[in-house]
């Protein structure tokens, strides 16, 4: 998208706390210090890349307060509390522009059960299929080729990206939203084995989706076995990632791509998962426990525990080894070494 | 949903060996022993839980013949063989109600070949698309948003969820149940590395899955290269699980989420796949063996291995080495002072 | 499918160099060497199938130039340069037959805004939503049920299969296949951690696919936070496989199966990442390196790394270590021994 801001439109919207310099360029895009050209914003939002600020061609430049170089010839420095949360501001301006709000109503090719009740400012996108029961919530935006599955509850100010699907009975409180291919309310993976057959377990429990949740693209949440899945408010979901049927994860934790969470786990609030971290079943991960990518957890983890490797052990243990790991083989060669001493000490001793 | 059984009916349909105590309660919900409520059922699936059946308020609870307390007011015990196939039979009870047997019939929004062949008695949901020569048998449900490539064979008795994707000359037996996203028939990943690029081989096999097979959620099955990839009668695999092209796999075997089997690799019966496991190519995985979590499997497996470990050693091996890695900072320290007495009792040695 | 080709037809896909024998049987499909009955083409790939030849009774057998054996009755030898590149022809003949080239157009279920440019060369299918300012190429084949959000482009001659989402403002070039359910554009997983939650930060670049990429089924790759994620020529991506945001992967590499790669990672050229391996954010794994299957990788790769393990080492030194590992109970012993030794030595020293 071509991007047009000026300079005092940019202004307004980051609000910065004071400025040096001026630019008579349109802010068309937003790159790294490094990459900039003249027409782009750019900023410093890790103080490592300080030194790059003094070479950067970018026509706007955010900073922290306390930068101190000067700008270049139509260059403009926008001194602000924190360049990346200012940055996120412009970016949620340029987001309305990427995707303006639809306007309410019911795209004529949708399926609506008559008994659903969809709200009069929700919008429905095209080919989208809403069964019996329904109810969809005030300003929510579904996007086509959804599927809402009978007596799905889906509250307000939703944002349901085309080729969503959520299942039977399974609850979206407000705010939430998920990207493509999100499937809410499979069903779990539960089987007894009787007379050398996997006998399936039915899965009639439901998914529960807190407030201001988010679900990344193609990620898997399955339903209870009986009762709920949970997911607790805040909390967001990267792509790819597997929720196991009665999961309950607390508020306003972080999980990375293509991790897994097996059945009946519990993760208490502020818990974040690597990408492709796995969770065995059944187990309860503390509060504000972190587990590092790739990592297996096989046990309990107390709250605030910091753990990597697989099966996983705390952080500086498992580092610590990493780096023995490296040592190995000369340890292997110190002992064959000690042995031949051994030996010869044992025949001078006995000489 | 809301669940409304008299305790009349909950033993009509879970038929218990004998009962104790009553209740007058109507059951609303089933739950764990620690979290059930008056209006509950719960049920004693593993003897560790044994002693929270003393304090649950649940109105109903399935219990072992052997167990040998007594119910509180208002609470009726049910004793039944296996208190987890009783709470099962429940549940398909259930399962009836959630997803209610539609009638036959192909939706009027639903895109169908002339020449495709459905049975009269199967049922084709909305938006559904189904190319030139696909034959569906009888009673078979495919809901909403599906698409069945040209020639495709699906039997009987099988229930599609919304979104599944069957490609070309694909073939499902009968009773299959493939969750929400399922992808057969995917091109396998092939290619041969000619002046610098990646020319495709083309992928012109195709997928078979056997009778009673179920797949979950998001789940890709690749077309073979030729000849076919095939699932065995019985298997059950579970979400976002990668199956490679031309793989074979045997009858009743679990591949739980997250897992992926490369290309051309046999996978013989009752073989179990933990979650995020990995099978290398060209493989054969024998009859019963079982595959840890996060395993990575680099070689032939012979019958009845249980593995553990990337790249994967015997179960007790790995396990020993677990327990050794938390010892080696120890090791290492062991090995300094033996050097320090080495060097020592040479010296005196020499003296 | 049933194919049907005669021996004559066979040989003017193939071009052999030169040719043995001769058979009277119409090839029906394809087999390996051990697998193939009469009516198969077979071919020796792989020099360790070589003593299969002499008994496999395939009717047809590619074989390179060297083979010295002699067919049997009522079978064909054809000699070719590369058995693999020849059955890759014979293959691509068989594609277009189970993929018809579709008749140019567009399918009238299909929902289309009044200013997309689809050019009339393109064959659009059933149940597609295309959105504002979507501009398709020449001979692009869009699938069923596709979503192309606004402003999109795709470019001539790609092919994306059903269920593909392409998200507003991505860019795909020429010759770009897409497998059935892969999401183009889905957002980045960034947030700032503000007052006790993680608030979004909008991510408001895209996509861009350059020629020849290819991508594998329910596959998801982030638009950028801004600027552009991009996928260079050539490249291809297998099933499952995540890509943040920000990522830049460069020509003709492999991204095998459930790979993950972290935003803002560099990618060079001729990389090839094994399944399930996954790679941290802000790194540049250089030119031509090779990442094992679930290896994990922390650090940038000198171009030319051959790498293992998590956190991954050289190839040869995990190998070593797992050599190593194997080891380790019995070095244990070995210190246990020697310290025994030593405290023997001591005691007799003392003496």
Redo the contacts between chains.
Sequence with gaps: ?QLAFSAAEIAVIVQPLSSKGSTSATVQ????LS?ARPGDLSFLGNPKYKTEVAATTASIVLLPPDYTGEPAPDQQFLFVE?P??A??RL??R??QL??PKPAPGI?P?A?IAADAHIDASATI???C?IEEGVVIGARTHV???A?I???ARIGADCWL???V?V???CVIKDRV?L???V?IG??G?G??F?Q???????????VVLEN?V?I???S?L?RA???RTVIGE?T?I???V?I?HNVVIGK?C?I???A?V?GSTTIEDYVVLG??A?I?GHLTIGKGSKVD??T?VNSDLAPGSFVKG??C?PYN?EQ???V??????D??K??DA??T??EE??K??AA
Tied chains: 1, 2, 3.
């Excluded at 050398?196 to 439901?206: I, L, T, Y």
């Excluded at 023995?324 to 083989?329: A, D, N, Q």
């Design positions: 998208m895009g937003i790159a790294s990459s924190k990346s949360v940055l996120a970016c949620a340029i987001e990427l995707w795209h090719t399926v996108g095209p080919m299929v996007q086509a080729q599927f599955g009978r007596n990206m085309p080729r699907s299942s039977t009975e939203r990207q493509v291919g499937i499979s069903d993976f089987y007894e009787m050398g057959r996997h006998e399936k377990v039915p899965q009639v429990g439901n201001d988010e990344g693209a193609n898997t399955d076995r009986f009762s805040g967001k990267d792509n790819l597997q196991g306003h972080l990375c791509a293509q897994g097996s990408g492709q796995g065995a990518g790739q297996g697989s099966p052990m243990l610590r080894f990493n023995l790991k490296k040592k190995l083989p340890l292997f110190r002992v000690l042995e001493v051994a000490l044992k001078s001793s």
